[in-house]
C-alpha cells in the first residue's frame, strides 16, 4: 500500500506540474495564492499538489463592451449589462431625453493589475464608461448629441475613459468609443425625423446653390474679364490712332509754317484726288443752255442714278 500511495502521489505531482497558456494570453503565475511571474503561450513547469496555480489571462485579443443593447451569443461575461434599457437612456444639457446606444473596445495590458489591482475590473469598466458618457452628453444640446456633435462625443469619451482606466489602475487600455445608435424617446421620434429630413432638405438646397454659385460667378468674371481685355484693346487703338493724326498734322503745320501757299494749294489737292474718284460723273452746265445732247458725247448709257 505505501507503494502505492507513493506511486498515485507521483503520479498527481507529474501531472500536475505542467501546464499550457493558450495563444494571444499569458499566464500568471501564484504561488500560494500570491503573484510571482507571468509567463508566455505555451507549454510551462510549475510547483506540484497546489503550490503554484496559474491564471491565463487574453490580453492580445480585443474585447469590447456594449451599452442600450446585447449582441447574441456573445462570450465576454461583461461584455453585456444588466439593464441595457436604463443604461441608454440619458439626459442632455437642454435638459431633452434621448436613447444613447454605444460601444467600448479595450485590451487588457496589464494582467496581474487586472487581477488584483480592482475587484471586478469588468463591471468598474463599465461603470467608468458609463458615468463618462452621461457627463459628456450631458455637456451637450439634444441637436448635436444626434446630428454633428457625434465624433466630437466619441473623442471626448474615449479621452476620459483613459484617463479614468489610468487612475483606476485597471490594467486596461481602451481603444475605442464608437456610437451606435443615437434617437430621441419613441413618443418624439417622428418629430425629430422631420426636423432632420428639414435640415438634410436644408444642406442638399444650399449644396445645390454653390455648384450654381460656383459654375455661374467663374463663367461671368470670364465674360467681364474679355470685355475689359476689349476694352483695352480699343483704348490702345484710338490712343495710337489720335497720336499717329497728331503727328501727321504737327508735320503738315511745321510745313505750313515755312510755305504757306504752297501747303495750303498742296492740302486742296490732296484732298481733291481723295474726293473725285468717289464723286462719278458729273455735268455742269449752265442755266441757259438748252440741248444739251450735241455738246457732250455722253456714253452710250446713263451711268446709274443720274440723267
Known amino acids: 500500500m505505501p507503494l502505492i500511495v507513493l506511486i498515485l502521489l507521483a503520479g498527481i505531482g507529474m501531472w500536475t506540474s505542467f501546464y499550457t497558456i493558450p495563444a494571444e494570453s499569458e499566464g500568471v503565475v501564484l504561488r500560494f495564492g500570491k503573484y510571482i511571474y507571468k509567463v508566455p503561450p505555451g507549454l510551462h513547469f510549475k510547483l506540484p499538489f497546489g503550490i503554484d496555480s496559474v491564471i491565463a489571462v487574453t490580453i492580445q485579443r480585443q474585447l469590447k463592451q456594449e451599452f ?6 456573445y462570450t465576454n461575461p461583461d461584455q453585456v449589462g444588466t439593464e441595457p434599457a436604463k443604461e441608454k437612456s440619458m439626459v442632455t444639457g437642454d ?5 444613447v446606444e454605444w460601444i467600448v473596445q479595450y485590451r487588457i495590458t496589464e494582467s496581474e493589475k487586472y487581477l488584483f489591482a ?3 475590473p469588468g463591471r468598474t469598466l463599465r461603470d467608468i464608461s458609463e458615468s463618462v458618457m452621461r457627463e459628456v452628453v450631458g455637456d451637450r444640446t439634444v441637436d448635436e448629441v444626434i446630428t454633428v456633435g457625434r465624433q466630437d462625443i466619441e473623442i471626448t469619451g474615449l479621452q476620459r475613459m ?9 490594467g486596461v487600455s481602451v481603444d475605442q468609443v464608437q456610437l451606435k445608435n443615437v434617437n430621441p424617446p419613441e413618443p418624439v421620434q417622428g418629430s425629430f425625423n422631420e426636423v432632420n429630413r428639414a435640415q438634410q432638405d436644408r444642406e442638399n438646397s444650399i449644396n445645390v446653390a454653390n455648384g450654381e454659385y460656383n459654375k455661374a460667378v467663374p463663367r461671368t468674371r470670364g465674360e467681364a474679364d474679355q470685355k475689359i481685355r476689349a476694352a483695352e ?3 490702345f487703338k484710338r490712343i495710337n490712332e489720335a497720336e499717329g493724326d497728331a503727328t501727321a498734322f504737327n508735320a503738315v503745320l511745321e510745313q505750313f509754317v515755312k510755305a504757306p501757299e504752297v501747303t495750303r494749294a498742296r492740302i486742296y489737292l490732296e484732298t481733291l484726288g481723295d474726293v473725285l474718284p468717289q464723286a462719278g460723273q458729273s455735268v455742269i452746265v449752265d442755266e441757259s443752255v438748252q440741248q444739251i445732247l450735241p455738246m457732250l458725247p455722253f456714253p452710250s ?4 442714278g443720274r440723267q
Open 68 to 73: 442600450g443593447f446585447a449582441t447574441p451569443d
Open 95 to 99: 435638459l431633452n431625453s434621448v436613447l
Open 118 to 120: 480592482v475587484r471586478e
Open 162 to 170: 483613459r484617463e479614468m482606466a489610468e487612475r483606476y489602475h485597471l
Open 233 to 235: 484693346g480699343y483704348r
Open 301 to 304: 448709257r446713263p451711268v446709274e
